[in-house]
């Protein structure tokens, strides 16, 4: 999610660039800012897709070892253009059925957790000096 334009502009205050009287250009890096943020969100999945196979019991060798016929696919499905992580679980059983599911999972590549490193924000979004 791209921060404001108030944002944008102090970050780059807090930096030591000089904004005063640099609207306009500022303006403009931060117009090309959210322009690459869309780009950046075209190229992600909004939720990750599931492809669920089963176990083809075959005695040919050249047989595929898990398959699934006659899918109804009841929502159109787009993945754009990028980096992808695809993540095979043929060993997944339903907690419910406790009968195997297999599945492909589609989904953004993984990142680790942010975590807040600013020591100056406390748990209300104030400073730690605030008197109260």
């Not at 404001?4 to 250009?25: C, G, S």
């Amino acid at each position: 999610m791209p921060i404001t334009y108030i944002e944008f502009k102090l970050n780059k205050e807090i930096a030591y660039e000089d904004t005063f009287q640099n609207d306009k250009k500022i303006r403009k890096q931060y117009d090309e800012y959210i322009k690459q943020t869309k780009t950046m969100e075209e190229k992600m999945l909004n939720k990750p897709v599931y492809l669920n196979v089963y176990k083809n019991e075959s005695d040919n060798p050249k047989a595929p070892t898990f398959k699934a016929s006659n899918v109804e696919i009841k929502e159109t499905i787009v993945i754009p253009a990028g980096t992808y992580d695809f993540t095979f679980w043929g060993n997944s059983i339903n907690n419910k059925s406790g009968k195997p599911n297999p599945h492909l999972k589609i989904d953004n590549p993984w990142k680790p957790k942010s975590q807040n490193n600013d020591q100056g924000i406390d748990n209300q979004g104030g400073n730690d000096d605030t008197p109260f």
